[in-house]
């Protein structure tokens, strides 16, 4: 049934993403997050979904969309920077097989080709917005099903992804931890009540997945993500009220093991999975240290020859004594975007990558101050929803390798969208605006106000 499923889902979509890039869009970055050829059984699981849906959307932008350009930013100059230097750094590679690294590097590059898709196809809120409840639908939806076995489990199913980027638990915890605010968002744009309420439910039930993958990192996001909620709301007392009321009695009623685990982060020294994250990143450190430029290549933590070479010194490297690394124990990923970007392409990648995320952060903080002062709300609401989903991958992401993930890219396709609009934005909001017309350019089209439905005629 599954099967079946799938191929009729594959018709449709390619069928409407030739008339429509944006849902082409939708679409890819849908099969990228949840890897649906994985929850078949049969003959779909030969079926190329992304690929296909790849080219009917490439095909789709060349011959359905008029006016073509292409956003040069600051943004996109240090998305593309830092996908040439990938190329650099699998070139020098410290890796014995050098044909994984290069499969590797050719998966990266799918990824870019969706931050480009996104930044060339997406022109209209109605767009951005197909575009997040796509995410929404991936990400947020099955962690929703997940909240509802956990909670009927009493608290003993434990939450982990199903396939893709994001099988893994803590990789699903920093996904949901950048899909929430997206969430937040379309509570607030949308008009219809009781699909309001539903979000509502399904942000609700996001967040006690969080609590069901037993995720220290992933709770650590989430309680990073709340504070930096609690800074741009406008009830701040209420939400400080409700969480001084509500905190204790959860964390009390909370599963006995989620509680030790969730403890044991202060002693996190003696716990053996922490300190074999220690290893890993004194050697991404390490290997940055000798290769200051190019790094180890991809996955270079993972690679015997590189973590058999520095595990003799990981003792006593660094501020941190660990004990020594086992003879034989099997190579350990970074844990952490950080040191896995330093590790694989050394200092200088690990700079283009931190300009990047500064870069993205500080835009949307721009947008939604501007969105603010031109009273375009929903401009406002989702350069928000970017600023915060960027705060939750910054934090969650120091317990995972997710550096090169899908849903990231896709964000600062956004961001540059949003950096795009701008003109517009400003058009809209002036004085002769005040009929509440659109404002069209030859790309973008903006609305001032709330949410732009009205616009769908446009398209």
Known sequence: MRDLLLVGFLFVAIYYSFKR?????AAWIWIALTAPAEWAFGFSQSFRLNLTIVLVTALSYMF????KSFPMTGLTFWVLMFGFWTLVTSVFSLSSNPARVWADWQEFIKILLLFLFVILILRKPLQIDTFIWAIVLAVSAYAAMEAVKFILSGGGHRISGRAGAIADRNDLATAINMSIPFILYLTQVTRHRWLRLGLWGLLALNIIAIVGTFSRGGFIGLAVLAFAFWLTSRHKVAWALVAVLMLPVLYQNAPEDWRQRQESTTTAVEDSSFVGRLWAWKIST?????????GGGFRATVEPNVWNYYAPDTPDFGPIYTVPIPEGLSPKAAHNIYFQVLGDHGFVGLFIFLMTLLLALLNSIKNARLGKRCGVLWYRHLSNALVLSLVGFGFTGMGVSLAYFDLLYAMFGLVVVMVQMRRSLVSASAPDAASRTPAVSKNFTVMPGHHPAQ?????
């Open 21 to 25: 890039p944006y849902l082409g869009l």
């Open 64 to 67: 359905v969309t008029k006016h």
């Open 286 to 294: 390490m290997v940055a240290a000798d290769n200051p430029f190019t």
């Open 455 to 459: 616009i769908r005629k446009s398209l």
